[in-house]
């Protein structure tokens, strides 16, 4: 990442957000951005790599570096994704650790914020989803966290409806030492577009299939051209599955399911990139995967990259 402008008076910084799966943390960064750049889905473990978001004011650059979910891991995957999200907090200047008010405070939680003890820089603790709790409850879930972990700073949000996204901005910008530009000024995100393509395409996969396949769907951009007389962009991609089954599952009956993951995702992406998408999508079988680290990061996942 290079250095861009330096400015007198400039802060700018790095902000995790951390938490367990599904706390909405990909919510609240699609919030702060103004539009959608990381997916979103009911899957715990939707978030796969370190993602990282920018805000540029004429005050400061805030980087925002959305993280999976830290949660105690079932296979080779579940441990890279762990080993992502705590890679995430070595260098940044503050941890953000959002807190779902529709769940209960649990060993979960416990397991997470011991996790992340010691590393010593300043906390924020983010509860999220207050849309869909009560008041008594989200004080419940601020006295609890707040019990186990010290914070230096408490914000109720809902991601969802906008409440309280400026003050949560505010609130993290306030932690920005002095600093460069390290991004341009209408940078939203500094992942590749292939991952992004990527990921929206695996988005519409988990909602499309629901708890059928959750963990099990990897994804490759094979193929990504821009014609620019046309503005269209033809992308191939390739979605892997462990089992036969889980295979029929996407391409559904007369191939059907494919054809409505590549609609929607046809949809997202042209919103996205501003252009006309012709979108091919094929299903193959790897069996394992999520258990063999090589194909793991060749996928993109994990700190390998």
């Known amino acids: 990442m290079e250095q861009v402008e330096t400015c007198t008076g400039f802060r700018s910084g790095f902000v995790a957000l951390t938490g367990r ?27 796969r790599h370190r993602f990282r978001a920018v805000v540029t004011t004429d005050d400061y650059q805030l980087i925002l570096v959305d993280t999976p979910g830290i949660h105690k891991p079932m296979d080779i995957l579940g441990e890279e994704l762990n080993r992502t999200a705590i890679k995430a907090l070595e260098s940044v200047d503050a941890i953000s650790y959002v807190l779902d008010a529709t769940k209960p405070f649990g060993s979960g939680d416990e397991w997470v914020l011991k996790m992340i003890k010691d590393i010593k820089v300043p906390r924020i603790l983010v509860v999220s989803k207050s849309d869909l709790s009560f008041e008594k409850k989200v004080q419940e879930q601020i006295n609890s966290a707040t019990t186990v972990s010290s914070f230096d700073d408490v914000v109720v949000i809902s991601a969802l409806k906008g409440h309280n996204i400026p003050a949560f901005v505010e609130l993290a910008s306030k932690y920005l030492p002095l600093g460069p530009r390290w991004f341009p000024p209408d940078t939203d995100t500094d992942q590749p577009l292939e991952l ?12 499309s299939t629901f708890d059928e396949l959750p963990h099990a769907v990897g994804l490759i951009v094979e193929e990504l051209s821009f014609d620019e007389a046309k503005n269209l962009y033809r992308i191939s991609a390739e979605i892997y599955v462990e089992r036969q089954s889980q295979k029929g599952i996407i391409i559904g009956a007369g191939g059907e399911k494919i054809k409505q993951i590549g609609t929607e995702a046809r949809i997202d992406l042209e ?13 193959k079988l790897r069996k394992g995967w999520r258990r063999d680290l090589s194909q793991i ?3 993109g996942y994990g700190e390998g990259v």
């Open 21 to 47: 799966p599904n706390a909405g943390k990909s919510t609240l960064v699609n919030a702060v951005v103004g539009k959608k750049v990381s997916i979103v889905s009911n899957t715990p473990q939707t978030t």
């Open 196 to 207: 992004i393509i990527s990921e929206f395409i695996r988005e519409k996969v988990l909602t």
């Open 271 to 283: 919103h996205f990139l501003g252009a006309r998408v012709f979108l091919d999508l094929r299903v």
């Open 297 to 299: 990061r060749r996928f």
